[in-house]
């Protein structure tokens, strides 16, 4: 359990109305003591109610609306709390002297109840998982096929009973947060032996597999798990790792995801603040272009209703330097100054492959890239169908001179724009420098911001 949470005060909204809540809770030895409600909430805890016990350790939370369905915390201090989930009944008494949750004595919520016959049941799970892993260790090679097979079915055993808490209480939250722990597995021995016995083309299939069958017992639709630790976490991990990492093959995943959530308002506002998010800050080449889509299809048709005017001017911002530098468009063209006084044009370069370079010499991480990229890469390739148009970006040609002296870099195109007439700082988002775009015969990008190993290494490939 974490030992820092974070509580901010969230008002839940008023549009759930019926009897409302109550909740006693009874803390022995905890007399006169404030005591927090809180909810979990997409990977954090807010405060949702508090009151002050009295001198036999019991107090009241109450109030006109019910709460949203999901997993609380009894809060104390940091070193005294404990979870308990709350389903539709809402009219209930709980009382703990350990906060363990499995300790939690309920009274007037099924539910509440049957997660914590839960916990003590999962808890004995682990103690005869652990007892026979120690069996496992000591056994013979015959004892430990059987001992395998006791351990293997805690796994069954778990399942079993999640399947009877959703026949018992179907569509309730208990049996929702239950089954969205289970991930469904490739069973490896119903493939054919041409498979199991080729890694790539079992890794092929796990991956398939996966993509699949990632959500099929995690409703990603019902609002109430958002109120649990790891609906976040779950997508997370479904759009770095699962989903394969290439824009086109990601943005139809996402978009039918966004549709399909779109009737909640509440996990609509989230998966597209989540995924516009994701996409900016992405490590996946050319995943900014789902950052886009994102921005113009949510955001400037009116959709996002949750965004403020500072967000919208940062994401126009965003989009503004991105929208005309995306990878498979074809190059904003230019036509530059060149150190001698020429003007030369980036489209009627003649190479199999041209580096678009945007440089400034007294940018500390430039000072290292640039003179790098010439030996290691310029040089090996130059011979092999690469040119390279690179734009000092500032407006100082004694700075600029100084720099190609004292690096020799005067072999490639070298050109600035001392007026800046071209745009070429929006058209090629030169925000921040090094910028690097590598650009095919026909002057579309195919690469981006690449580091100088990336950049051979994708080379070596194109030219060799």
């Known amino acids: 359990m974490a030992k820092q949470f974070l509580f901010v005060l969230f008002f839940i909204s008023s549009h759930l109305f019926g009897q409302g809540y109550k909740i006693n809770i009874h803390l022995e030895g905890q007399s006169n003591q404030p005591v927090q409600l809180a909810y979990h909430f997409l990977g954090k805890i807010y405060v949702s109610d508090t009151t002050l016990l009295d001198s036999n350790g019991v107090g009241t939370w109450q ?31 709980l009382k703990n002297n ?66 009877d808490i959703a026949e018992k209480y179907p569509n309730s939250f208990l049996s ?13 021995s119903v493939l054919p032996r041409e498979i199991q016995d080729n890694d790539s083309l079992l890794l092929l299939k796990r991956f398939d597999y996966q993509l699949k069958h990632y959500w099929d ?71 900014d ?8 299809d949510f955001y400037f048709s009116g959709e996002a209703f949750w965004a403020t005017d500072k967000s919208m001017e940062d994401i126009r911002e965003n989009v503004l330097f991105m929208k005309d530098n995306l990878i498979g468009q074809t190059a904003p063209d230019l036509t530059l100054e060149s150190y001698d006084g020429e003007f030369i044009n980036l489209h009627q370069v003649d190479s199999k492959i041209t580096v678009l370079l945007i440089y400034e010499p007294n940018c500390s991480h430039c000072k290292v890239f640039v003179p790098e990229f010439y030996k290691e890469v310029y040089q090996k390739f130059k011979d092999k169908g690469l040119q390279v148009y690179a734009i000092y970006s500032m407006d100082d040609k004694e700075e600029w001179s100084t720099f190609l002296i004292k690096h020799n870099m005067f072999d490639w195109i070298n050109v600035w724009d001392k007026e800046d007439v071209s ?29 100088v190993e990336q950049l051979k290494t994708f080379l070596e490939e194109k030219l060799n």
């Not at 630790?229 to 086109?248: A, G, I, M, Q």
């Not at 272009?289 to 113009?296: G, K, N, P, S, T």
Request: with cysteine; proline share 3%.
């Open 63 to 93: 109030g006109d609306s019910l709460l949203p369905q999901g997993l609380y915390k009894v809060f104390l201090d940091k070193d005294h709390h404990f979870d308990f989930l709350l389903g539709a009944d809402q009219q209930l008494s």
């Open 176 to 188: 929702k947060f239950l089954k969205a722990n289970k991930v469904n597995q490739l069973d490896v």
């Open 217 to 287: 017992y995690f409703d990603y639709t019902d609002e109430r798990l958002l109120y649990t630790p790891f609906y976040k976490s779950k997508l997370e991990t479904w759009f770095n790792k699962v989903l394969y990492p290439e824009y086109d093959s990601v943005k139809p995943y996402v978009y039918k995801f966004i549709e399909n959530v779109r009737p909640s308002k509440r996990i609509f506002q989230f998966a597209v603040s989540f995924f516009l998010n994701s996409s900016i800050n992405s490590n996946v080449m050319g995943m």
């Open 98 to 163: 350990t906060f363990q949750s499995k300790d939690c004595k309920v009274k007037g919520a099924t539910e509440s109840e049957e997660f914590v016959k839960y916990l003590v049941f999962l808890e004995d799970l682990k103690k005869k998982g652990s007892e026979l892993n120690q069996q496992y260790k000591a056994a013979d090679e015959i004892q430990k096929g059987e001992i395998k097979k006791k351990i293997n079915n805690i796994t069954d055993e778990m399942y079993a009973y999640w399947d």
């Open 289 to 296: 272009a789902l950052f886009v889509d994102i921005a113009r």
């Open 423 to 451: 745009r070429f700082k929006i058209l090629y988002d030169a925000r921040t420098t090094p910028g690097v775009y590598v650009l095919d015969e026909n002057k579309k990008i195919i690469a981006k911001k690449m580091t």
